[in-house]
């Protein structure tokens, strides 16, 4: 067998050519990761590739070889714990994220199906270990890529991302143990001066927990995208980061000064003197206001009357858990449990649901969680119905966005909805029988007609019932049961909803689309799209008023609940509760403590009485400036 490989090169020397600052500059364009700006001198950090196995077959023995893989293993083991010595110097929210992650690829290299299969080639057709590695690392990868790319097609979303993160884990795994059985070691970053902009091909999960957020200034790269585990465990660390910059290593040389700005998602190369100053000033008021951020997280959201407001996040995944706690959210107002189903076989069975569930209510520390159960159908999902065997539900139709999904879909498979439910309940039980873990309600999606609100509770009654009979200590009272507002048909009926749900959420994103029948997705049309269009936010108001008449709690959890001016618009219509993406959290509550309700009312006065949305949104453009 004959392998060659140097996975990590030491940055250039500087060279004469080397650009700093000059009066020609360059914009660079990639996937903005961290809305920060950083600045400094490039560091080059390449890699090159695997090494090409000559002799595929052992000349020593299929015990030979299982012994040289085990000891591969062992060593991959032992690099996992250092990773994880390294991570005490590390933020708090990036030490949990890249802690998570090691934690899989542990399991990885634990009784898994990777390892298994490896040994099975050993065995069976007297593979090395190398050529072990790679095939069935290549094949699992492949395997949820093709998955990964029939969700592309099909609008998969969340699903999509989960299973590119799955592929990369495989893939680190895989190049982790062939580098140990060929003796090649990897290179830290530690040789890169102190606030050096650290340019790669490609970064790697791994590679991002040998990084220290004190000395590099930011991160681009040519490789990677915005959901993989490389841009999550970035985020936790708050470095300024860019990646999917195309041609990017051909055109950065060693020592380059860059400005990289991850709010536009650009790259400066040898920015003028004007731009480096302009970005100096940039930087330097973005970390006066983390630190004012950090001092606000204290504090309570409310206006300056006194008046509190819930701020909430939405959460896609477990992993982001630690930003939006670092971020001040008070609890979780929309848990979106679709990344339980978008990497499986098969569906996900009670015990691991209650397993998930109960982890995240746990990591919470009492902050309520609301939990959406599964949103699929339509273009949503369709590739993972048809592979868990729910073919039959998948529409086909001209129209799926207007087909059987959410609370529909549920219905026509109640088992998939009574796991679902079951898991959730014994989530939310109380750990030591006597005190609930945190406060726990449950959304039902895509809601449009009372009876399934009726139909879904009773399914609700009869699982907690089934639970009871099997001794399980169940929360008393049980979880709210509320729906998602986010049709025209529910914003309508919104005094008839009141009267069975227990609370309601105002989907803001959805309910714009079907109001004014637009695909924001479509560019033929995404210009009419728009949630302060009159008669988006009349179904606003009108379902405000009828959750305030019944005494519901109500809140919004669209996109609307991330604009801080929005907010004060929707605070007029008299709405207390907003979800949003941690990132807005800071931003929404320095605004809103600077306002009286007064202020929001007299917008509301003002953006109701117009009929014209160019004036609403130059309403709402002007508001508080």
């Given at each position: 067998m004959s392998v060659t490989e140097t996975p990590l090169r030491a940055p250039r020397p500087r060279v004469s050519r080397s650009r700093k600052v000059s009066n020609i500059s360059l914009t660079l364009q990639g996937k903005a990761i961290t809305q920060a700006i950083g600045l400094g001198p490039a560091g080059r950090v390449e890699e090159l590739p695997l090494?090409?196995?000559?002799e595929r077959y052992s000349q020593i023995g299929?015990?030979?070889?299982?012994?040289?893989?085990?000891?591969?293993?062992?060593?991959?083991?032992?690099?996992?714990?250092?990773?994880?010595?390294?991570?005490?110097?590390?933020?708090?929210?990036?030490?949990?994220?890249?802690?998570?992650?090691?934690?899989?690829?542990?399991?990885?290299?634990?009784?898994?199906?990777?390892?298994?299969?490896?040994?099975?080639?050993?065995?069976?057709?007297?593979?090395?270990?190398?050529?072990?590695?790679?095939?069935?690392?290549?094949?699992?990868?492949?395997?949820?890529?093709?998955?990964?790319?029939?969700?592309?097609?099909?609008?998969?979303?969340?699903?999509?991302?989960?299973?590119?993160?799955?592929?990369?884990?495989?893939?680190?795994?895989?190049?982790?143990?062939?580098?140990?059985?060929?003796?090649?070691?990897?290179?830290?970053?530690?040789?890169?001066?102190?606030?050096?902009?650290?340019?790669?091909?490609?970064?790697?999960?791994?590679?991002?927990?040998?990084?220290?957020?004190?000395?590099?200034?930011?991160?681009?790269?040519?490789?990677?995208?915005?959901?993989?585990?490389?841009?999550i465990l970035l985020r936790a660390l708050d470095i300024p980061a860019i990646l999917a910059v195309p041609n990017l290593m051909a055109q950065v040389t060693e020592g380059d000064m860059l400005v990289v700005?991850?709010?536009?998602?650009?790259?400066?190369?040898?920015?003028?003197?004007?731009?480096?100053?302009?970005?100096?000033?940039?930087?330097?008021?973005?970390?006066?206001?983390?630190?004012?951020?950090?001092?606000?997280?204290?504090?309570?959201?409310?206006?300056?009357?006194?008046?509190?407001?819930?701020?909430?996040?939405?959460?896609?995944?477990?992993?982001?858990?630690?930003?939006?706690?670092?971020?001040?959210?008070?609890?979780?107002?929309?848990?979106?449990?679709?990344?339980?189903?978008?990497?499986?076989?098969?569906?996900?069975?009670?015990?691991?649901?209650t397993t998930t569930y109960r982890s995240i209510i746990e990591g919470m520390d009492g902050r309520p969680?609301?939990?959406?159960?599964?949103?699929?159908?339509?273009?949503?999902?369709?590739?993972?119905?048809?592979?868990?065997?729910?073919?039959?539900?998948?529409?086909?139709?001209?129209?799926?966005?207007?087909?059987?999904?959410?609370?529909?879909?549920?219905?026509?498979?109640?088992?998939?909805?009574?796991?679902?439910?079951?898991?959730?309940?014994?989530a939310a039980s109380p750990a030591d029988g006597n005190t609930a873990i945190g406060p726990v309600r449950i959304l039902l999606p895509m809601v449009t007609s009372a009876d399934e609100v009726i139909e879904a509770r009773e399914i609700y009654d009869k699982v907690a019932r089934r639970l009871k009979r099997r001794q399980i200590v169940l929360p008393d009272p049980l979880p709210p049961l509320g729906i998602m507002v986010e049709t025209p048909a529910a914003a309508l009926t919104a005094n008839t909803m009141a009267q069975h749900a227990d609370f309601m959420a105002l989907g803001t994103n959805d309910l714009t689309m079907y109001t004014l029948a637009v695909d924001r997705a479509d560019s033929m049309v995404a210009d009419r799209y728009s949630p302060l269009h009159p008669a988006v936010l009349q179904l606003i108001a009108l379902t405000a008023e009828s959750a305030l008449r019944a005494h519901r709690p109500i809140s919004v959890c669209g996109e609307m609940a991330s604009d801080p001016r929005v907010v004060a618009l929707l605070i007029g219509l008299g709405l207390r509760s907003f979800s949003m993406n941690s990132a807005s959290l800071p931003r929404v509550k320095r605004l809103i403590r600077t306002l009286k309700m007064e202020d929001c009312d007299h917008l509301r006065r003002h953006v109701m009485m117009e009929t014209d949305l160019a004036s609403i949104q130059s309403l709402i453009r002007d508001f508080a400036l």
């Open positions: 090494p090409e196995i000559v299929s015990e030979a070889e299982l012994t040289r893989l085990q000891g591969a293993i062992t060593r991959a083991l032992r690099q996992i714990e250092k990773m994880r010595d390294r991570l005490v110097g590390l933020p708090e929210e990036g030490r949990e994220e890249i802690a998570t992650l090691l934690t899989v690829y542990e399991r990885m290299l634990g009784p898994s199906r990777l390892t298994r299969q490896v040994r099975m080639r050993i065995e069976e057709e007297g593979l090395c270990a190398e050529a072990a590695v790679a095939d069935v690392s290549e094949a699992l990868a492949l395997q949820v890529l093709r998955t990964a790319e029939a969700m592309a097609g099909e609008n998969g979303g969340q699903e999509q991302d989960a299973n590119l993160r799955l592929a990369g884990e495989f893939e680190e795994i895989g190049r982790r143990l062939i580098r140990n059985l060929t003796g090649v070691s990897y290179r830290a970053f530690s040789s890169l001066p102190p606030g050096s902009v650290l340019v790669a091909e490609q970064l790697r999960p791994a590679d991002v927990a040998m990084i220290d957020p004190a000395r590099i200034a930011a991160v681009v790269t040519e490789g990677g995208g915005g959901a993989d585990h490389t841009a700005d991850g709010h536009l998602g650009t790259i400066t190369l040898s920015p003028n003197e004007t731009e480096l100053r302009l970005a100096r000033e940039a930087a330097q008021k973005e970390a006066k206001e983390k630190r004012t951020f950090g001092r606000l997280k204290k504090l309570p959201a409310q206006l300056q009357g006194g008046e509190p407001i819930e701020l909430l996040a939405n959460l896609e995944l477990p992993a982001e858990l630690p930003m939006l706690l670092r971020n001040g959210a008070k609890g979780i107002g929309l848990l979106r449990s679709e990344f339980l189903f978008g990497e499986r076989d098969d569906l996900p069975d009670e015990d691991g649901q969680v609301t939990i959406r159960v599964l949103d699929w159908g339509g273009e949503k999902g369709r590739a993972c119905m048809r592979r868990l065997g729910l073919a039959e539900q998948v529409a086909d139709g001209d129209n799926p966005a207007l087909g059987l999904r959410g609370i529909r879909l549920l219905l026509r498979v109640p088992d998939v909805l009574e796991t679902q439910f079951s898991a959730i309940l014994r």
